[in-house]
């Protein structure tokens, strides 16, 4: 691999004996991972599940097809390994309101959702438009029922979130270092102002993330790089200017090091932070840091709540759906924008003056004198939530995947919406004319395999 002198020349001064085994490692494969949903009811099929990362329960070795059944149920998450510790780290509570900041394409975000267990409220964040639509697939294929999805500055998340969650998770951007084995393109990027620039952006980014955390809440910051000036050195800025933050100790697996006091102002509080680093651990480059804030740093604000906003006759066709397919369904609140409807959650916030690219779970549609269900409410249920459900093979499954309708024998006398269970994974909703199934299948997501 082609390292930038500078790069080199910068890591000899500052790993001296261990760096020609950092160097090596930039020669060593690459190791691929994934995570297995805890949402859905049913672990994923065909997957080897013999080799679990040491970074997170929910952790394993391995490649997942982008164009594959798995990965199309939101069954697993396809991520680097050493990444999902950060997740980990986090670990948010089931009922906590949860800030992931910098969040597409949504790896840490359905990290923390497989902790909430859809309880409490996520707010997943994506400064950039394109990433944020990204975020939303993830998220949807997910099945994560809490999260609400913005497309913000985090200028704009501090004034609207003051004091206000649980746990705020900064998974900056950051000059990559720990990726340039993963994806060599980083490099060009790379030149030796470029970790101070982005160790400003940093800065930037946690002055305004600091704002939104209550006392007594947490603050995760994470980067996949090796530049001290964007990690130890951050951390320690973050301590001198904030006085309020103490830092929490992370658990290390095996490999994981200590953070690196010497590479910034000596403190030895940073020995509580994390480094990965790709000699040490079968993952890439990053750092972790887990500060507790102790009083608040800010006066509070009162937060207005978001209120349900469906008229009476929506309401009708949202019962009428919900008495015929989602029997057990516990009675939520609703927003709507437009025409498409959403499940309101309780803690939701005022939404005025925010770009909101979902308010909550997309439940459906109105249109005219009906009520038509999302595919982002069929990847939330299983064959047990839902009224309808109609096993499909693999070979039906492509056919939907693909946009196809497809038929089923022995149909019930029944028309109306069924859920398309494959390999007991919910892959889509369709509707039963006779015996053919109408594809429902989102037109923008099909694929042929
Ligand atoms: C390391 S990536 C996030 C990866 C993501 N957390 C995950 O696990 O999939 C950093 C993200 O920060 C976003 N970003 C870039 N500039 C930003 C800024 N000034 N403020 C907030 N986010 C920014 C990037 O678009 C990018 O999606």
Known sequence: MNLPEAFI????????????????????????????????????????????????KWGYYGNVKGKSLNHQSGAVYSQEPSAMMVGEVAAPKPGQTVLDLCAAPGGKTTHLASFMQQEGLLVTNEIMGK???????????????????????????????????????????????????????????????????????????????????KPGGNLVYSTCTFAPEEDEQMIAWLLETYPQFEVVSIDKPAGVEDGRPEWANGNEELKKTARLFPHKVAGEGHFIAKLHLTEAIFPNKEVKKQRDSLTKEQRGYLNDFISEYLPGCP??????????????????PDLNHLKVKRPGLQFGVFKKNRFEPSYALALTLNKESFSHCIEIDKEQWAKIVHGDTIKVENAEKYKGWVLLVCENQSVSFGKLVGETVKNYFPKGLRFAI
């Open 9 to 56: 020349n910068k890591y000899q001064k500052l790993l001296g004996d261990e760096f020609d085994e950092f160097l090596a490692s930039f020669n060593n494969p690459v190791n691929h991972g994934f995570r297995v949903n805890p949402l859905k009811n049913q672990l994923p099929t065909d997957l080897d599940l013999t080799h679990p990362t040491p970074f997170s």
């Open 131 to 213: 990433r944020a639509k990204v975020l939303v697939e993830n998220v949807e294929r997910f099945g994560i029922k809490n999260a609400l999805i913005l497309n913000e500055t985090p200028e704009s998340i501090a004034t609207s979130f003051p004091n206000f969650f649980d746990v705020v998770l900064v998974d900056a951007p950051c000059s990559g270092e720990g990726m340039f084995r993963k994806d060599p393109d980083a490099i060009s990027y790379w030149s030796e102002e470029y970790p101070i620039k982005c160790a400003d952006r940093q800065r930037t980014i946690l002055k305004e993330a600091v704002k939104a955390i």
């Open 331 to 348: 009675q939520s609140d609703f927003i709507t924008f437009g025409d498409q409807v959403y499940v309101l959650n309780s803690e939701t």
